[in-house]
């Protein structure tokens, strides 16, 4: 079956780091591109982050860029999110997410991504 299962998410204090991860399984995860989504409580879901296929080319949201990096490992079917100099606002469930045959343009939008994981919940604490 196809799955995105994140892991890696927990409690940290503002200004420390936390590296996420995603399995994926179930379907060719090289031939996707892959994002970062988050949601606080009582918040829409936003994005974070994005990479392409290769991982060659890496885009961020601005309230994360200069902060967090997005990596794959294809050989491992596996996705990264390393997270540095944490702010409380940055508290929230992260989602890993995947999409195939879209346009670079929408690689911000929820809808483009048809995988996702069940989400790991980021805690940081003031």
């Known amino acids: 079956q196809v799955q995105l299962v994140e892991s890696g998410g927990g409690l940290v204090q503002a200004g420390g780091s936390l590296r996420l991860s995603c399995a994926a399984s179930?379907?060719?995860?090289?031939?996707?591109?892959m994002g970062w989504f988050r949601q606080a409580p009582g918040k829409e879901r936003e994005f974070v982050a994005h990479?392409?296929?290769?991982?060659?080319?890496?885009y961020y949201a601005d309230s994360v860029k200069g902060r967090f990096i997005i990596s794959r490992d294809n050989a491992k079917n596996t996705l990264y999110l390393q997270m540095n100099s944490l702010k409380p606002e940055d508290t929230a469930v992260y989602y890993c997410?995947?999409?195939?045959?879209?346009?670079?343009?929408?690689?911000?939008?929820?809808?483009?991504?048809?995988?996702w994981g069940q989400g790991t919940q980021v805690t940081v604490s003031s």
């Open positions: 990479i392409t296929r290769s991982g060659s080319t890496t």
């Open positions: 997410a995947g999409r195939i045959g879209r346009s670079y343009y929408d690689l911000m939008k929820e809808d483009s991504y048809n995988r």
């Open positions: 179930g379907f060719t995860y090289a031939n996707y591109d």
